[in-house]
């Protein structure tokens, strides 16, 4: 996501390089460019053009004010600014509470609505801590049906679903009645699509809106059809006024443009982002956060916020004994894998990181990779995980067997463990001051 934008955008500060200050000449030349990249990344022409007048403004304004500060720096900063208030600005919430609370979940077909339902269960009953319940109103897809079934059962929440009536509106309602009973905070009301706008679709969907009056409604879009998803928003929106839109399918080949202009076009928020079929590939969408990683800087924060959701203190704290001890395991290993798969795939962790994207984006990054390290692992017994030194060749070759490795794939691995493992053992026990000095020295 994003990947062609921000290269264009680091073009066009380059152009700034080596320039004492921001002029009217060289600013000109920097918004051309990133004018450019902006309409590429399927932006309409009139809102690009206003955002670089936006910015030629800032920058033009404060070149004579902040000398200090080098030409490309400024320029990335307001351009970051301009990004995060195009998008929105603040962090939109979501009003889940109510007597239940009820969230109506709307858009076309195939955009990933029943998916997304199975997510935002899973977030209000893990970071809300609130009780929900899932509705199945797509009358017309039988896959749907079953589709949110399965996702009921794997995040662990109840489900209503009436296969014999084919009125949304009753299921929608008898639902009501149902979360009363089991006590419910929340009513999530899954609605069907259509393969494009029509009458049908829309008088459903008013008559969903007017019968339940939900506290929350959702727009869902897929962020593959660029400014179609922003047109199909604004005509849904005429029609239903919802509270907010959710952008999905931003892992695949999308350019962006969704995602930068649907706030200023549709006059609604973005509230949550999807990125893959993952029951945990979902997030609030931070406008800030996002601009940064447009512009290459990562997201620290989000990254952060991840690792702490699947952090254990305990575990932290027996883990950093056994780095001091140079006794590290392929147990400890292993656990440290499934930390990083309930973080999320990788190639999207990498991204967080700041100057991660340029490498990742040329890497062939496959999560299946850390299952094939597992398999190793599997591979050898209780005693061998516990004591990564017994592993001679006898035992290798017996390994390398039953994973269906070679004995160099062992090798390989077993060689790369120990590399980490004492690279683990000297970080542990460095000085704060040595830590200090070890970063400076990254950074020549």
């Known amino acids: ?43 309409n022409y009139k809102i690009a053009k206003e955002f670089t007048e936006n910015v030629k403004q800032k920058a033009l304004g404060t070149a004579n004010v902040l000398n200090a500060v080098k030409p490309g720096q400024l320029m990335v900063k307001i351009v970051q600014d301009e990004l995060t208030e195009l998008m929105g600005g603040q962090v939109a919430g979501i009003n889940a509470k109510g007597k239940p609370g009820i969230i109506l979940i709307a858009g076309l077909q195939g955009s990933g609505k029943t998916t997304f339902t199975g997510k935002l269960a899973k977030f209000l009953k893990e970071k809300k801590r609130m009780k929900p319940l899932v509705v199945a109103c797509d009358v017309y897809r039988p896959a749907a049906v079953d589709q949110l079934t399965v996702l009921a059962e794997q995040v662990g929440v109840d489900i209503y679903k009436n296969t014999d009536s084919k009125d949304p509106v009753s299921i929608a309602q008898e639902a009501l009645a149902f979360a009363k009973q089991k ?29 339940l009056n939900p506290t929350e409604s959702l727009f869902v879009v897929d962020s593959m059809t660029g400014q179609d998803a922003v047109n199909t928003a604004k005509a849904f929106n005429e029609r239903i006024d919802y509270d907010g839109v959710v952008l999905t399918k931003l892992d695949g080949d999308t350019r962006g443009g969704a995602a930068l202009t649907v706030k200023y076009t549709v006059g609604k928020p973005i509230k949550f982002i999807s990125t893959g079929e993952k029951l945990d590939a979902m997030d ?135 590399q980490m493992r004492k690279m683990m053992h000297r970080m542990s026990n460095m000085t704060p001051g040595q830590m200090q000095q070890m970063a400076k020295a990254a950074k020549r």
């Not at 996501?1 to 004492?20: I, P, Q, V």
């Not at 002029?23 to 450019?36: C, F, G, M, Q």
């Not at 990254?303 to 147990?331: C, H, I, T």
């Open 1 to 43: 996501m994003f990947d062609n934008l921000s290269s264009r955008l680091e073009g066009a500060f380059k152009s700034l390089t080596g320039d004492a200050k921001l002029t009217e000449i060289n600013v000109a030349t920097s918004l051309k460019e990133i004018r450019r990249a902006l309409v590429a990344a399927d932006v």
């Open 183 to 211: 006590q419910c905070d929340v009513v999530i009301v899954d609605t069907a699509g259509r393969l494009a706008v029509d009458a049908a679709m829309m008088d459903e969907i008013d008559r969903l809106d007017k019968a």
């Open 284 to 418: 609030v969408f931070h406008p800030d956060r996002m601009a940064q990683r447009i512009l290459g800087m990562g997201d620290v924060i989000s990254f952060v916020e991840r690792a702490q959701q699947n952090f254990d203190e305990k575990e932290a704290a027996a883990l950093e004994k056994k780095m001091k001890r140079n006794k590290l395991d392929f147990n400890d290993f292993l656990g440290q894998i499934r930390q990083l798969r309930k973080m999320g795939d990788l190639k999207s962790l990498m991204n967080m990181i700041p100057g991660m994207n340029k490498i990742s984006k040329d890497m062939d990054i496959d999560d299946n990779a850390l299952v094939k390290v597992e398999s190793i692992v599997f591979s050898m017994t209780p005693f061998e995980r516990e004591n990564p030194d017994s592993l001679n060749t006898s035992r290798k070759k017996r390994i390398a067997r039953g994973c269906g490795r070679s004995i160099e794939d062992i090798n390989m691995f077993v060689k790369q463990f120990d």
